[in-house]
């Protein structure tokens, strides 16, 4: 995944993705959002959960919940899943490009007056273009490559909507499901299933949305409740079989 560069209009709507993360409260939602977020360069890896970047709030800050679902657009590069190693291209010496003259990356409320941040780098003015960096030459995704034919690699805009967990903004939650094509749902490993993980699977199955499982703070089984590996895949399979 990269920060969007180019604006959602310059994608074709096939290529665009609505995913929004649901969980019970303090599951792990905004920590994710800031993991991806980090990711993509939009904040550094070291904030990463610190810094609850889409609770953009002042009182979702004081309180450390997040009250209104926010949303942000990153960029996915899809693997090439015809060469011999589908890994994300993601290498040292690889890097992804796209239109246009700005870097710019939008995180914007659902709640009106949502807000917005950009970082004002200039970038090549070829648009949607490749390039994996060889002693100073680059090679493009409509150039030959030694090992065949170059691919055209899928582009897509995902809209990450994090939502929030308490039970007093349930609709958040439900207006999100509805505008999404997919939802991840985070169980943390050592509370296991809460209340609000099961409303919002019950919601995610109501509007026909398929849901990932994401077990979080696993290494919590081993720190805090000092499981051997055996105990620890008991008690997620316990959690899988739950859910």
Known sequence: MEALRAGPRQHPASN?????????????????????????????????GKVRYLDSREDEQRRQITIKASVVSLFFRRPDTGSKSAEFDRAPGYSLSSCPTQRCSRA????????????????????????????????????ARPDGPARQVPCYVVNIVDCPGHVDFASEVSAAVRLCDGCLLLVDAV?????????????????????????????????????????????????????
């Open 16 to 48: 665009i993705r609505n995913v929004c993360i649901l969980a019970h409260v303090d599951h792990g939602k905004t920590c994710l959002s800031d993991r991806l977020l980090s990711i993509n360069g939009l904040i550094s890896e070291a904030s990463a």
């Open 191 to 243: 509370e296991g299933v809460g209340p609000q993980t099961v409303a919002a699977l019950q919601q995610a199955w109501n509007e026909r949305v398929v849901p990932l499982l994401v077990l979080t703070k696993i290494d919590k089984l081993i720190q805090k409740l000092c499981l051997t590996p055996g105990e620890a895949y008991s008690h997620c399979q316990a959690i899988i079989e739950q859910v």
């Open 108 to 143: 914007t409320s659902a709640a009106a007056g949502g807000v917005s941040a950009c970082r004002n780098e200039p970038q090549s003015p070829q648009c949607t273009s490749d390039s994996r960096q060889n002693g100073g030459t680059s090679v493009r995704p409509d150039e």
